[in-house]
């Protein structure tokens, strides 16, 4: 059997399993037998049971058997298929180029998003993370030229809107002439020019936690020192809907709703990133509180439109 098609067993036993939450062998194989991949023949005991081992070791998902139960299999630590989880990511991922790869005879009507091919430094802060050992960066900001020579201590990665970023820290002893310095930065990899991964070890931060860094951002900005908000929106026509598939952070939750409009509570930092996302919906999308974040957007409004205005001499 070769690996992709196994690959392809593992992924749809995963979400078949989580979708039932408890299903015999049986009834697994009731639903294998209508796949194509199935060719007619169920899946033997002895082969279900190598899917599990490879998917815990592949995956880091855990399929368990509730015995009193009628030997129902489920998945035992389902919290690790949270939408942000990278078991998640790696089986949508894995998932989506299943479906695209089977379907190259239409390659002229699928059309995708080009993501920057950043796998080398992705490979690399990895390989750092995994080491505990301090990388040196030559990183150009936007607007520059001259790159920065940068050492820090890689924490952790996060994929936002196709791009990688890595969060560094960075620890500085006092001396006599310094105070103590400690901070993180995030940068882009499609912006460093240079990695290199040094042979100095840290020690990262026992109570450091990647998910509850990020948890209040709505992206990546996390040291502009905008504090925590209740933010009210209103979104009207399909606008409501997609907020409802699509919630623009993970505290976010209906609190009313009109004719044609809903309104979404949500506890995070405005940031200047999210704040370029409401403007991004124009008309459709309306802050109603805090009153400084919708006079932010209002002027926002204001000074894009007057960028449209005829100029005197009319061009």
Known sequence: MKTPTKFKEYIWLINTIRRARRITLAEINEKWLETDMSEGVEIARSTFARHKDAIEDMFGIYIECDRKN???????????????????????????????????SLQNRILLQPVPSEGEYLRKVIDAMRKNVRIEVDYRKYGTDKPNHLDFEPYCIKLFKQRWYVLGHFHRNATEDREESDYFGVFSFDRIVDMRLTNVKFKIHSDFNAQDFFSECYGVLVDDGTSVERIVLRA??????????????????????????????????????????IMSRGNMLRVLSPQWLADEIRDMHADAAKMYEPEENGQ
């Open 70 to 104: 009628g030997y129902q299999y489920y998945i035992g630590n389902d919290n690790v298929l949270h939408e942000d989880s990278i078991q998640n990511w790696m089986l949508s991922t894995l998932a989506v180029n299943n479906i695209v790869s089977e379907s190259l």
């Open 236 to 277: 009207y026509g399909y606008e409501r809907y997609y907020l409802r598939d699509l919630p623009v952070h993970k505290s976010q939750r209906e609190i009313g709703q009109g004719e044609d409009f809903a309104d979404f509570e949500l506890y995070m930092r405005p940031t200047i990133d999210f704040s370029g996302h």
